[in-house]
């Protein structure tokens, strides 16, 4: 089976499946696929092996585990709250602006800092600042406390800064 292979679609499964939705996906497509069903048919027999190694991996928690975490076929989903910032009543003449957000767990499988890699940017306008973030633990939910340094001129007076936070979870290398 070639490495890249998606395991999940070898079983014709959702990466969220559960043990028993594997298992029964794994009975069916055998049944349908096993050389004793299709004598003489070299595709059904490769077809059946594929099978057979998409099950031997996600049939085990552990190696399903290892696979998910070095393909990131299950990633986390996280949230950021609020989602957008909005400052008001700022100095103009600030060289630094502060905020804090929550990140929180909103689906999938558990975010692990060991196998999870967690990237936050801010959409414009603020990516004309130097963004520096971190967060107070590494596991959630937690809050990230941002640090935005601007120029001279950055901010107007009486002027209100919104902007989106985006939020990205990988799986790492």
């Known amino acids: 089976m070639p490495a890249d292979a998606d395991l999940y679609r070898v079983l014709q499964v959702d990466p969220s499946a ?82 804090s957000v929550r990140l929180e767990q909103a689906a999938g499988p558990s975010f692990d800092p060991a196998i999870h890699r967690i990237d936050l940017a801010l959409a414009p306008p603020w990516h004309q600042a130097d963004v520096h973030w971190h967060w107070s633990a590494d596991r959630l939910p937690a809050d990230v406390d941002f640090t935005l340094a601007v120029a001279d001129g950055f901010f107007e007076p009486g002027s209100t800064l919104s902007g989106n936070i985006e939020l990205t979870v990988t799986a790492r290398d």
Not at 34 to 49: I, T
Request: net charge positive; proline share 7%.
């Open 18 to 99: 559960d043990p028993e939705v594997i298992e029964a996906a794994y009975k069916r497509l055998a049944l349908k696929y096993h050389p004793d069903h299709n004598r003489g048919d070299v595709r059904a027999e490769e077809h059946m092996k594929r099978i057979n190694e998409a099950f031997r991996v996600l049939g085990k928690p552990d190696l399903r585990a290892a696979y998910d975490s070095r393909t990131g076929a299950r990633l986390p989903e996280l949230r950021v709250s609020p989602s957008e910032v909005v400052l008001r009543a700022f100095d103009p003449s600030a060289r630094e602006i502060n905020f």
